[in-house]
């Protein structure tokens, strides 16, 4: 099957969007204007940095990839509706594999009935995906790291740690208890779209999405709001059998993991309310784990109150620009 | 300087679109909902494979992989709005280095008033360039493959084979006559936005660019449009010093060549003076190269006129998909 065969077999047959006026098949994608506003971004992956094939089936990979970019539209509180895939191919990747890779992204897709628009697909050493997704969001309603006021609340969805934990069982032999658990957390994320919309009357919250990390993604939202926010250590939400790994791993991926694609959030405290409705609207455990604070400094910073002390909290690990 | 620093430092400080809402720095992009339509598509580049460091400056690197997305909104009759970069980034790959693949592609963004709205940077092994470009058309105006009818006229902007010229007067030492034209053809091609844009007036036109060849193209718009398409092999439009090379070359060039980044197109006969019009009002040369005929057989094809002979004229070279 050559290329031009292959992309025949992945353009999908029917639209789920309604504001789709052209999909694959010319040289570019159309779609329409709307009352909302358009939310977009990209995010790249590449074998051997990213994602393994020793750890992840090729169906995982694409699952996981577009998972990724919709937590993207999550933490901005957009709803999904399209995505485009850059696939660069190396010779050793059969076109059975590449579609396994697209069923991938179809079976996420589908959760979100968003369209597959473009994409191109080209010759290369390494196994490289880049997707970018699209989404809508109603006008003044786009969720900004920016928008953390002094005296909010500071939230977590779900529990963290637990994508890496995920990748520590994959690549570390031993005996684990809810092994299946945590692999499913690594290779196969849920983005938190649906809780993000629940909240959509709210006037103002602040929202990243944890792909690097807390201490990065709280770093992100200090910097952005010109606040301190203050994280309480023992708040941090983890899985039930999370201590069954060192203190010193449980530490570092509660703090530093990321990959995890929960959501970080700030919201005023009379707004507290809403957010455990919408928990429980959308099915999805929300944390308090600190509050936000009139910036002490020139910029802001995340402090750590830890064993009854309070520490500057470095964002750490890889960072990514959005 | 790291990752989070280099991308500060290409962070436009101002905005050129009035429908950003929010460009870089949040998981996402926003603009707002227009009265037109949305257009968008996106192309990778790996570094040997689409481009080389031994033709090409860093700089033109980054202004010709925009160029092309570019192109491809020119071909939907779009104007450019904005442009997400993600680059895969070797070690061997320096910040200023980095820094000035992103000149590139911001010089000829400063053309189209296009604004840099996300991306990402991710490291791996081979340099790789994936652009997604945005941009905007009227309602009923896109400009598909699928609108030639029996009868149109073909023809095709500015002259072809120019590009692979270049390419071949890098590669292979010898004296060539309008050597760095050739060269500036293949390093920097014009994508033919302000032509395209200057037609929007047209109820029916089809386009392409001619990315691929002019034979890959033309096939392109037979398939989606049910029709056959007659070219004459002594129209198609050359450099007046495209001569000096090999009858093979020259014909080689012209119809396979691609990455001229012209336009292909077809429109009734009747509306051949808007074309010449459109030509001259954006400094554009417009040649007429053949016939969009009924379709002979089930699908369309492309025949060619050449030395008294009509001969089938099969696609060749590489496809990629949009």
Redesign the interface.
């Known amino acids: 099957m050559?290329?031009?065969s292959f992309?025949k077999s992945i353009k999908p047959k029917t639209w789920h969007q309604p504001t789709l006026?052209?999909g694959?098949?010319?040289?570019?994608?159309?779609?329409?204007?709307?009352?909302?506003?358009?939310?977009?971004?990209?995010?790249?992956?590449?074998e051997n940095?990213?994602f393994s094939q020793h750890t992840m089936t090729l169906f995982q990979v694409g699952y996981r990839a577009l998972a990724a970019n919709i937590s993207?539209?999550a933490?901005?509180g957009?709803s999904p509706a399209?995505y485009?895939a850059?696939?660069?191919v190396p010779n050793s990747l059969s076109m059975p594999n590449l579609h396994k890779i697209f069923s991938g992204m179809n079976a996420i897709a589908q959760t979100y009935n968003m369209d597959l628009?473009?994409?191109?697909?080209?010759?290369?050493?390494?196994l490289?995906l880049?997707i970018?997704?699209?989404?809508f969001?109603d006008?003044e309603k786009?969720r900004?790291?920016?928008m953390a006021r002094d005296g909010d609340i500071v939230f977590v969805t779900g529990t963290l740690g637990d994508a890496q934990a995920g990748y520590h069982i994959l690549t570390h032999d031993g005996d684990y208890k809810n092994k299946s658990y945590y692999i499913h957390r690594h290779r196969m994320p849920t983005p938190r779209v649906d809780f993000a919309r629940a909240l959509s009357h709210l006037d103002r919250i602040a929202?990243?999405?944890v792909s690097d990390g807390l201490a990065n993604e709280a770093a992100e939202i200090v910097e952005?709001s010109g606040v301190d926010i203050c994280l309480y250590a023992d708040n941090i939400p983890v899985s039930p059998s999370f201590s069954q790994f060192s203190s010193a791993l449980q530490r570092k991926w509660k703090l530093f993991g990321g990959e995890d694609f929960e959501l970080l959030g700030t919201v005023a405290a009379d707004k507290w309310p809403d957010i455990e409705a919408a928990a429980e609207t959308t099915n999805t455990s929300v944390t308090e784990i600190g509050r936000v604070m009139r910036c002490e400094n020139e910029t802001g910073r995340v402090y750590l109150y830890e064993n009854a002390q309070k520490k500057i909290l470095n964002k750490d690990g890889?960072?990514?620009?959005?």
Request: charged share 20%; hydrophobic share 50%.
């Open positions: 050559d290329e031009f992309i006026v052209k694959i098949g010319d040289d570019a994608a159309v779609f329409r204007h709307m009352t909302k506003n358009v939310v977009t971004a990209v995010d790249t992956f590449v940095v990213h993207d539209l933490a901005m957009a399209f485009l850059s696939v660069v628009i473009g994409g191109d697909m080209v010759a290369g050493e390494s490289t880049s970018t997704v699209i989404g969001v006008e786009a900004y790291r920016n929202l990243n999405d952005a890889y960072t990514h620009f959005k």
